[in-house]
């Protein structure tokens, strides 16, 4: 027995031991260790003639490095006979029209669009003109049915009811063109005018004083006349003699497509993003637009896509003149900045303005063009899906495409060809999150999955919002989308409300399978020159494991006690 109860001490001490050796270990692990992964996993870089290729952990993505515009195939490194691609094909300015705000191809903000609506205005106007002649014609016709009844009353010609009849003739007249007075004169003169006969009728009436009230009615009715007349000869002389000389003005106009293929594009050195430890956690490249056709001269240098691929999922918190928009980056996911400053609009307010008509309302808006779809690459070199998707054969490609986010969501046939752009219905949404004790505002994402009947789908995400710097103040603005089915491959259209300085969004690709991890694990904050700090979050990792090792603590502590309590209750013989 004296044995048995040393032994149980001498268990009992060890268990102590093990407990006490656990949780130092733990204290003693280096936190960003258990937390983070090492370089091992960055993204990795080599070059194949005129194309660069990054391997992640999940896919492999090759784009033009000799100056060509971004675009980029890619494929799940476990299925490369499943290629996805996704051509940047250009800017188009458009115009939203009578307070619609869907992208339509027909309204592509050009020359031959600023005529047409310089021509319906013209067209709206000479029938507001005609209009105002046909409303003259009956004013005259009011005007001497009321002098009849004036020269009846002060001649003492006829009788109470003849002059009621012709007083009465002319407010009906004067009602009914009142209700399409569509100017404020006339429209008060027309007011004043019916209440000035409206009491000759009452004078006619009573026999108080009728000549009186039938000459106030009778100038009235003159002044409704010359408002009618100021109106329609504003109309026909400052308008639409105006508008003519607009014509030149649109003779200027650049065209409404920007198309990346006509421009050069620099590709900037692929470098490092590095955490406070110096580790890297992922790598970032850019490609500005460096020579723009005849007439974008102004978008030289201005059009850039800022690109970053994280070795693990984070959080990108964006912020700029004190506004702030957060949203979730997958690890392995090629993330982009689209940036556009100083865009030349051929519709700037300005312009719009000059077209002075109320009939027609003008929104000018921009979208960003992306061709993407899916294909069977077996058998096909990478390189021929860098040349138009149209000339690839169809039976390679994906049938369908779908669309997912927050309040929406469609399946996209890719087999017809679509007349014009069709939108995708959404709403975005921003909510507060609390991140290491940061609130930030994180944006809903929205995603294109290019389906191939695979497991692993390539997607196209972008986020709902974008930001806007205007000489200093920054906004968030709402960002909207359409497409258009060509055949084999998808034409998104991303849209941008007007903006006057910098607008900076957030497209993306990569596969399915992408991030599996969702919880972030740094904190990388942007500003508008890239990458200003990376902050380490802490991982469900250290949390999985300082669980576990709590409890095997708290059951040895257990077993321990147990044995403590068995020893005093029955202690050694001596």
């Not at 960055?42 to 993505?61: C, E, F, L, R």
């Not at 299925?79 to 115009?95: H, R, T």
Request: with cysteine; charged share 10%; aromatic share 8%.
């Amino acid at each position: 027995m004296v044995k048995l109860m040393r032994g149980i001490k001498v268990l009992t001490i060890g268990l102590l031991s093990i407990l006490l050796l656990s949780i130092s270990a733990l204290a003693a692990t280096p936190v960003a260790a258990q937390m983070h992964a090492s370089d091992t996993n960055v993204p990795q870089v080599t070059a194949i003639g005129n194309y660069t290729k990054i391997v992640t952990d999940a896919y492999t993505v090759i784009f033009p490095n000799n100056g060509g515009e971004p675009q980029f195939v890619w494929w799940a490194n476990n299925q490369s006979d499943k290629v996805y691609v996704a051509q940047f094909k250009g800017l188009i300015e458009y115009a939203q029209i009578d307070n619609n705000s869907s992208f339509l191809l027909k309204n592509a903000a050009e020359s031959t669009l600023f005529v047409t609506l310089v021509q319906e205005m013209n067209m709206i106007d000479s029938m507001k003109a005609q209009a105002y002649q046909k409303a003259g014609a009956a004013l005259v016709k009011a005007d001497d049915a009321i002098t009849t009844a004036g020269i009846l009353v002060n001649l003492g010609l006829g009788n109470r009811t003849t002059v009621m009849i012709k007083l009465q003739a002319a407010l009906t007249i004067l009602q009914d063109i009142k209700q399409y007075a569509n100017d404020t004169n006339v429209s008060n003169a027309l007011d004043l005018a019916i209440t000035k006969v409206d009491d000759a009728i009452n004078a006619v009436n009573t026999g108080n004083n009728p000549d009186d009230a039938i000459a106030q009615a009778n100038n009235q009715v003159g002044n409704v006349l010359k408002a009618g007349l100021n109106a329609a000869t504003q109309l026909i002389d400052d308008r639409i003699a105006q508008r003519e000389n607009l014509m030149d003005l649109a003779a200027s106009f650049h065209p409404a497509l920007l198309p990346f293929n006509s421009c050069a594009w620099s590709l900037s050195g692929i470098t490092p993003i590095n955490d406070n430890s110096g580790s890297s956690i992922g790598i970032t490249f850019t490609f500005t637009m460096i020579n723009a056709p005849p007439k974008f001269d102004l978008s030289d240098n201005n059009v850039k896509l800022v690109i970053r691929i994280y070795a693990q999922p984070v959080t990108e918190s964006y912020s700029e003149s004190g506004q702030t928009l957060s949203y979730s980056v997958a690890g392995g996911e090629m993330k982009m900045d689209l940036i556009i400053s100083n865009w030349n609009w051929n519709f700037a307010p300005k312009t719009i303005q000059l077209l002075n008509s109320s009939s027609i309302t003008i929104s000018p808006g921009l979208a960003l063009w992306v061709d993407a779809s899916a294909f069977n690459a077996t058998g096909t070199r990478f390189e021929a899906f860098f040349d138009n998707m149209t000339d690839i054969n169809a039976t390679l490609a994906a049938n369908t495409a779908s669309f997912t986010a927050n309040g929406g969501g469609a399946s996209i046939p890719l087999t017809g060809n679509s007349a014009d752009a069709s939108q995708l219905i959404y709403k975005p949404i921003l909510t507060n999150n609390n991140l290491a004790g940061k609130i930030l505002k994180m944006a809903s994402l929205n995603k294109i999955t290019l389906n191939t009947n695979s497991t692993l789908e390539g997607f196209f995400r972008f986020v709902p919002f974008a930001m806007v710097n205007s000489n200093g103040v920054v906004t968030i603005v709402p960002v909207g989308a359409a497409y258009i089915e060509n055949g084999n491959h998808l034409r998104l259209f991303i849209t941008y409300p007007y903006f006057n300085g910098t607008l900076t969004h957030d497209p993306s690709i990569g596969v399915g399978n992408v991030g599996a991890a969702s919880s972030p694990l740094y904190l990388v904050n942007i500003g508008s020159n890239g990458v200003t700090s990376v902050q380490a979050l802490p991982a469900s990792l250290l949390f999985s494991t300082l669980t576990a090792v709590g409890m095997t603590s708290v059951i040895v502590l257990a077993g321990a006690v147990a044995l403590i309590v068995l020893v005093r209750r029955r202690p050694a013989i001596a």
